[in-house]
């Protein structure tokens, strides 16, 4: 069972633009040792987005709630909608609406600009609003790829049922596979590395097991409501940073313990970690059932040496340097 190495949500919220009120529960540019993008290697970014209730905004048409057009380049920008809507659109003609349920994938490649901004229907009725943003790196060889939009509505992304360990006939959960593999079945988006996203709910006590390559770096947002994660409690807000895939084996090793041995008294397929999310029961005063909403992030560690700044995410400092100069004159994006 892949150990928890540390738990991410003290952080102080912060407005990015006046659309999106969002804790960021990881950054690259951390200098920690012991946290910092050596051991979340692809995932370079986590912006999770507390739910904020919004007025309707009687000024859509001349002052939308979001932020105006600025630019990204090296790394790829994912968004996931819980509440809310938001509209896309970017100097590649990459354009959507991004409903609750539904993804948004943008490569930023070379180098883009874009917008985003509550949409024209949301703004009309307002409401609760609730997203998530990550940044997923992009290696070397992808670093001036050309820039691309996807779109992925719920409708699109696959969705596997959870079973209870204890009786696999008991369905407790679902997981809508927005990117990777669960045992065969192929995500919606694509990527660049081997990344698993997955959008997971559970609506009935009881615990599940999730698989998981041993060679990837994960992470776990609790979205919604509060579970049991290898037998720690933890609540909304909170990312969950996993021991990185050598410190695993390392510990494993120390203990003279067959890496994939736990793994397959579990029944599970050699290669692979588990952890195990259990819903906490309410208090029993009725009969009513606990939910929770979890987002999975695992993915290969890239292995490269990043140089960034702000909105720029390179290899090295000259490559970094010079995407600054191109942006000053002109040239971003060619």
Known sequence: MRPIKHIHGDKAPQWIGDGFYVKTLINHLDDDPDINYRH???FLLFDY????TFAPNPHYQTKPHGIGQHPHKGFEAVTVAYAGEISHADSAGGRGDTLAGDAQ????????TH?????EAFGARGGLFSMVQLWVNLPSAHKLTAPRYQSIKRADMPMVTLTADSNHQTA???AAIIAGDWQGIKGAASTFTPINLWDIALYRAGATTLQLPDTHNVLLLVQEGEVLVNGTAIS???LIQFASPTQHRAE??????????????????AHTD???ATPVKAPVKTPVETSAKLLLLSGEPIGEPVAAHGPFVMNTKEELHQTLRDYQAGRFGQ
Not at 49 to 52: A, F, I, N, S
């Open 49 to 52: 987005g507390q739910p904020t």
């Open 105 to 112: 994938w943008m490569t930023t490649g070379r180098g883009i």
């Open 236 to 238: 909304a807000g909170h």
């Open 252 to 269: 494993m090793a120390a203990e003279q313990v067959a890496t994939h041995d736990r793994i397959e008294l579990c029944l599970l397929a």
């Open 115 to 119: 917008e985003e901004f509550h949409s």
């Open 274 to 276: 588990e952890l195990a």
């Open 172 to 174: 407790i959960g679902t």
């Open 40 to 42: 979340t290697d692809p």
